[in-house]
């Protein structure tokens, strides 16, 4: 299993960037996928979720109404669409993934997802 986060860069405060995460491992069921995101000096901090099965999406308060995240089944690809972006979204973007397993109901928590990806660096500028 290998998760490749890619899509980041710098970008003015306004605009949009375009997160991609593909499983480019063996196939294996998600019972969700997560972003989040750390700042220098800061927590891992909960994004967005997606239930991948049925495509019901979570979001942290700080990005709702301007972040989206979706899937591609057929791709096992999961996005996360960035507009309207602030300085305050700068960080290292993670992909991650929840098995059905060991899944415990808590989307917005790192310790649900068993698998990363890499990370892919967002630099949004004032």
């Known amino acids: 299993v290998q998760l490749q986060a890619s899509g980041g860069g710098l970008v003015q405060a306004g605009g949009f960037l375009r997160l991609s995460c593909a499983n480019s491992g063996r196939t294996f069921s998600s019972y969700y996928m997560g972003w989040f995101r750390q700042a220098p000096g800061k927590e891992r901090e909960f994004v967005a979720a997606i239930r991948w099965s049925s495509g019901s999406t979570f979001y942290a308060d700080s990005v709702k109404g301007r972040f989206t995240i979706s899937r591609d089944n057929a791709k096992n690809t999961m996005y996360l669409q960035m507009n309207s972006l602030k300085s305050e979204d700068t960080g290292v973007y993670y992909c991650?993934?929840?098995?059905?397993?060991?899944?415990?109901?808590?989307?917005?928590?790192?310790?649900?997802?068993?698998?990363w990806g890499q990370g892919t660096q967002v630099t949004v500028s004032s």
């Open positions: 991650a993934s929840a098995p059905r397993d060991s899944y415990s109901g808590s989307y917005y928590n790192p310790d649900e997802y068993n698998y």
